[in-house]
């Protein structure tokens, strides 16, 4: 970079004449609006950048750039990671439903529960590799790990839950390597949490202001909705006889969910707009509905077969919805410039 | 600037690595290392040339980011991307241009004096070439914007392949032959600049020319800004730069002038490129009061980790319940 000479005489001190440019070029050191000494008095008698009170412009509520978002939107796809959200969710919660069957000699909610555990599990990662912009570099997630990465923590856990829940699952299924089966149960009952609940970090660890605003709260809104849909799969595919656990969890699931959303939404204010508005909103409102009429149906239809396998789908059917509901509501709020520029300028008044 | 010498030792500390003030290299592990540098972009001397977009493309070999008209004043490239690493913002207001006033008085009506020879006579039109407009109330804002390359960077922090990196200058810089296109450092930055290339799958940005530096140049958009809006340095320099800069501004009147991202104890402990705006961060498409996403994550895990806990408790007592219903 070339030295300057410092201009303090700044734009005046330079003229264009005949034998060319006298003086030195204002660059970098040109002041707004000082090309006369009659500077600092206007027309009307005002000083220019003086104000009468009040300010010149009123002060809007909210400015934007053309009304272009400030922070990019994730890149994606509803299908991949909305769907990973929810069947991590429901992978976790069901390997805890089958550890328990095992242990209190329920065979067939273990093999429905590990099954579907595995099954979900497996699917999540499809997506989780599916979505990715090279999905050939997907052994890249292995390269490091990193605390500071919800993704490099849950690629790591998944790596080891999968695999765990499969053994777990093909041990139960086909009746084979009982000791090694328990093993593999325990390890994946052990992680089974961790992969439902940090989902909640990895779109919550981000700009995207419903998603980011609602982190206390999401981890509790995820479990409960994994739960939900692990008491729905049990529900649904397991004999009357053994789904009680099932029908219990899917009760305490559902209340989780519901009113860890409902805190979620009255503490985080005005980002929580688009959980209740446009498609976000549909999904979100969808999943509250299939939530109270599974957990009601769970409750009343106790004793028919029937009205149990309703009820777990209404709450599989509940906490997909819901998944998408907060999958789309997080897009919304990145699409909207207001929801980023308007809590950062209530902020930065409030700490003036 | 000649090529240093760099030394990766062992990773400092914990303490500092999501908040505050701090040297962002040594953080990021070396024990030896050149100046951070950065950018110091003065929009109130930008010109609205877009040399520096073209110079970003040309030396970055970027490809074509779409040719679109927008209708946002001269902005066709709308904003920073996978294919936009400098984007030059233009904004038109109804706003009177700080104390600009070119000094000239029309007191006397010299078409009046030249006599009604022709037309229709100048008291009698509506306009005329001199007549004066409303005073100053229109000005045009340009700005430069590009990667702030964040003392704390949320895109670095959530890279699950280590692809975002630390370099030896303080920037951050992708490494393309690691991205995987897991697409999180896109949602993560709070200034929206990263994103993935379509057809590509990638996620890429400003590296602020690490080629360039490592061999003693300055970046290709700050050499070629012919008015100096983008200036290059040693970030401490920069500082130093900016700051005298506002005190003139504020000298002549332009009250409006302040400094974006300068502050080491903003919510990204601030940035490594910053600005001199004219008007409030929004009115260019940038964020007021951005905070970097990792700063919540400690607590994140905490109530994660809750979770996790009330899961196991809800199956435990689902069990218990279960003989009952």
Known sequence: MSERTDVSTASSSSDVTTNGLRGVRPDRDALTGVATGKR????????????????????????????????????????????????GGLAGAASLLGAGAQATGRPALDRVSK????????????????DLGKPSRFLHMLRVFKVTSPMSVGSWLLAGYVPLAGIAAASSVFGKAPRIGMAATAGSALIGPAVASYTAALISDTAVPAW??????????????????????????????????????????????????????????????????????AYVRAGKVLSVLGVAAALLGRRNRVVSALSGAALLASSAATRWGIFHAGMQSANDPKYTIIPQRDRSKGER | MAPVDIQIGRRPNLEGALLGDTDPATQGGYSEHPPRMGFFTDTSVCIGCKACEVACKEWNAIPEDGLVFTGMSMDNSQGLGASTW??????????????QDPGIRHDTDVLALAGQGSGTPPDQAAMTPTTPGADGEFRWLMASDVCKHC?????????????????????VVVQEDICNGCGYCIPACPYGV???RKGDGRAWKCTLCYDRLSVGQEPACAKSCPTNSIQFGPLD?????????????????????????????????GDGAFFLLLDEPEV???????????????????????????????????????RRI
């Open chain 2, 284 to 322: 260019y498409g940038l964020p007021p009061d951005p905070v970097v996403t990792t700063r919540d994550l400690p607590s994140m895990w905490k109530h994660v980790a809750a979770a996790a806990v009330t899961l196991v408790g809800g199956a435990l007592a689902a069990f218990a319940a279960g």
């Open chain 2, 86 to 99: 400098r984007h030059v913002a233009f904004i038109e207001q109804r706003k009177p241009i700080a104390a």
């Open chain 1, 115 to 130: 099954a579907g555990a595995f099954g979900a599990g497996a699917l999540s990662l499809v997506g989780l590799v599916h």
């Open chain 2, 194 to 196: 990263i994103d993935q």
């Open chain 1, 40 to 87: 600092g008095r206007r027309r009307d008698g005002k000083r220019n950048g003086q104000r009468d009170g009040a300010p010149t412009v009123p002060a809007a509520e909210f400015t934007s750039y053309y009304g272009m978002p400030v922070i990019n939107k994730p890149v994606w796809s509803s299908l991949d990671i909305a769907g990973y959200l929810f069947l």
């Open chain 2, 151 to 171: 003392t704390h960077a949320a895109c670095l922090d959530v890279c699950p392949t280590g692809s975002l990196f630390r370099t030896e200058f303080g920037t």
């Open chain 1, 212 to 281: 980011h605003d609602g982190y206390p709260e999401m981890p509790f809104v995820f479990v409960g909705s994994g739960a939900a849909a692990a008491g729905g799969l049990g529900l649904l595919a397991a004999p009357l006889t053994q789904s009680g656990p099932a029908r219990a969890m899917a009760v305490f699931g559902a209340s989780t969910e519901l009113v860890s959303f409902e805190r979620m939404e009255r503490r985080i204010g005005m980002t929580a707009e688009p959980y209740s508005q446009g498609r976000g909103g």
């Open chain 2, 237 to 269: 320099e920069l500082r130093e730069r900016a700051d005298a800069r506002l005190a003139r501004l504020h000298e002549a009147g332009v009250a409006d002038a302040r400094l974006y991202g300068r502050d080491p104890d903003d919510g990204v402990g």
